[in-house]
């Protein structure tokens, strides 16, 4: 394809892509239009459920896993909702964790009304996906309400019980997003098995599936498929399985319930001293703030566990930052060998290579040596400090071993 038809299709499909995003546009505000207009707060739950379209009360069956009632028209469902949500409303609160029931809470708190900007897309979502809030003008203002009867029903479940379910909830949920944070994917049964080990509690089997299911598709960590629970990174399940099983005589790393519950908390990035040896050399160079250096960090242990190969991260960094000359670039890979090797990885069943010296530790390609590109783009738009050729006495050392020159390399004998 010439450059000239090549350009050409390119803002055409961008032309086509901001003619599809400014149709989104409209209709979402057509359909937030279409919630303000049915009529005020408070009200009944049934008359709350009426105002719903068809494909909305159908939504919230299937989110409550009420079965036999996808025939039902519009407004038997909206009856047969009304009655059966508040039954099954117990069942579904002893799914969740604290957090969500902390945002249930808020709401009842306020007698069951808040202002609309008082709450974030996330949270509405949450709650109206179980027929549990809606959308209403109170006093000419918008708001968003707990119908008058459900919220009854509510808070007759509140108390003590309640609150030791949802920390129990609240336990699974972090040990599970933190297990598959270091060992990718496993069982349930295994991943149930080793929970019980750590807290010293049966797990009910049937209990932890049900608050498992709720949790991936809240907080979007992990995913199921089958009688497998893995991290949402993880891309081809057969390749990390395969690599698992030729490691099955090692036992399982030896997780603390501490370790677990930090890694299991969304966003989460494990700063080993040589993580934060890496992040603290791209910030001061590449003039990042913290969190960008750290979102950079997720990248990198991102690729590290996709690929096993710390060289495909060299690949990565090349593509996103200025590599100004050999020694930036040799300081930059001693970093990244480094970090590689004190990683846990999934592959290694939530061990690091180090951890593995005298075992069988993967083997990594350190002459690895791609051309440098110099012209690239920094990710951030900023520019590397330039380093001269002869390292100072306080720079990290150029061996990688993320000591300063003077403590290493440089060191006087």
């Not at 009944?44 to 068809?54: I, P």
């Not at 069956?61 to 909206?78: C, N």
């Not at 902390?102 to 306020?110: A, D, I, K, T």
């Not at 003008?137 to 808070?155: C, H, N, Q, T």
């Amino acid at each position: 394809m010439g450059e000239k038809k090549e350009k050409k299709l390119n803002k055409d499909i961008q032309r086509m892509l901001k003619g599809m995003m400014a149709q989104e546009e409209v209709r979402r505000k057509k359909a937030e239009v279409e919630l303000w207009k049915r009529a005020g707060a408070p009200c009944l739950f049934y008359e709350a459920l009426s105002r719903l379209t068809k494909q909305e009360l159908d939504e919230i069956r299937k989110a409550s896993g009420i079965p036999g009632m996808s025939a039902l028209k519009k407004a038997d469902l909206a009856k047969e909702l009304s009655e059966f949500i508040p039954m099954i409303v117990r069942t579904l609160l002893y799914r969740w964790d604290e957090e969500r029931y902390q945002v249930l809470g808020r709401v009842l708190s306020h007698g069951g009304i808040v202002p609309y900007e008082q709450m974030t897309p996330r949270e509405v979502g949450t709650l109206s996906r179980y027929g549990l809030l809606f959308h209403g003008i109170y006093e000419g203002k918008k708001v968003l309400f707990i119908p008058e009867d459900l919220a009854y029903s509510l808070r007759a479940i509140e108390g003590e019980e309640l609150s030791q379910i949802l920390k129990r909830n609240s336990d699974w949920v972090l040990l599970t997003q933190g297990m598959l944070y270091y060992i990718g994917v496993d069982e349930y049964w295994n991943v149930l098995t080793r929970i019980s080990g750590l807290t010293g509690v049966k797990v009910d089997p049937m209990d932890y599936s049900a608050v498992i299911g709720e949790a991936a598709v809240y907080y979007g960590e992990i995913e199921k498929s089958g009688a497998l629970v893995f991290h949402k990174d993880v891309r081809n399940l057969s390749k990390v399985m395969a690599e698992q099983n030729k490691r099955k005589e090692l036992p399982p790393y030896p997780f603390t319930i501490a370790k677990l519950r930090k890694a299991g908390k969304p966003g989460y990035i494990e700063k080993t001293p040589e993580m934060r040896v890496f992040l603290e050399t791209i910030r001061d160079a590449y003039v990042l703030t913290s969190s960008q250096a750290e979102a950079i960090g997720r990248e990198v242990t991102r690729i590290i566990n996709q690929t096993g190969d710390p060289m495909e991260v060299m690949k990565h960094l090349e593509k996103r930052f200025v590599i100004p000359d050999q020694n930036w670039f040799q300081m930059i890979s001693g970093l990244v060998m480094n970090l590689y090797d004190h990683a846990s990885q999934w592959e290694l069943r939530g061990y690091a290579p180090v951890e593995l010296s005298g075992k069988k530790k993967k083997k990594t390609r350190s002459s690895y040596r791609p051309p440098l590109t110099v012209s690239a783009v920094p990710v951030m738009g900023s520019k590397v400090k330039q380093k001269n050729s002869k390292t100072g006495r306080n720079e990290p050392c150029l061996c990688g071993s993320g000591k300063k020159h003077k403590n290493c390399c440089g060191r006087k004998s």
